[in-house]
């Protein structure tokens, strides 16, 4: 079966740096999406990698390595509002969207 | 603003009442989906709707049916729901071409609770 893991939850300081990971096993890829969704909100688009390497986009950065089916969403300078649950996405060989729970992380003073 | 808005965002109803959820697109966008969130669980793809058409339905009960009158708006009518449905219900739309990787993008959802 096709699945995505990231950690449930969790908790880093504001001001520090978080990284949030993600692990796939698919049919097929064809690119990795990160959202970020704050409580009672939409889901918004934070990033999508579909080659190798590090993409880098203000105090988010994300991380692919498609042979290790990994991926990481890395958060710098971290802000109350970064408070919100990070949702990993991967497209199949069918285009279809398999998604991870969410990672739920808390900031804190 | 999202460019894709949902209605109601809150909706509470019976088991035996009937209710529609309207989603609009101001995208210019070519496929819109539905999809089930609950809570610490993956985000479930109910419908998806391309140029119009259904293309995809994965098993969802019959007590939820879609309906796409154009490439702008998506229902999703309710009638005899259980409990169990209660969950938030996001709208979402992108712009798929063959072999693309393309953004979807999301309404802020119905939350709806089933008494």
């Known amino acids: 079966g096709q699945n995505i893991d990231q950690p449930t939850e969790m908790t880093a300081t504001e001001g520090a740096i978080v990284q949030i990971n993600c692990t796939y096993q698919t049919s097929g890829f064809n690119g990795l999406f990160w959202y970020q969704q704050h409580a009672g909100e939409a889901p918004t688009f934070l990033s999508y990698n579909v080659l190798d390497g590090l993409e880098e986009k203000g105090r988010f950065s994300s991380f692919l390595s498609r042979s290790k089916g990994y991926s990481y969403l890395l958060l710098k300078e971290l802000q109350m509002k970064d408070s919100a649950s990070y949702l990993c996405?991967?497209?199949?060989?069918?285009?279809?969207?398999?998604w991870g729970a969410g990672t739920k992380l808390i900031i804190k003073p | 603003e999202t460019g894709v808005t949902q209605t109601p965002r809150h909706l509470v109803m019976g088991m035996t009442n009937k209710k529609s959820l309207k989603c609009e697109q101001h995208l210019g966008h070519n496929a819109m989906y539905w999809y089930k969130q609950s809570a610490k669980k993956p985000l479930e793809l109910m419908f998806v709707y391309s140029l119009e058409e259904r293309v995809e339905n994965n098993s969802v009960p019959s007590r939820f049916s879609p309906e796409c009158p154009n490439s702008s708006h998506l229902f999703l009518h309710l009638h005899t729901l259980q409990p169990e449905d209660s969950a938030l219900y996001l709208c979402?739309?992108?712009?798929?071409?063959?072999?693309?990787?393309?953004?979807?993008?999301f309404g802020e959802g119905s939350w709806l609770t089933v008494v």
């Open positions: 979402a739309s992108s712009q798929e071409s063959p072999g693309s990787g393309n953004t979807i993008y």
């Open positions: 996405a991967v497209k199949d060989s069918n285009y279809q969207l398999i």
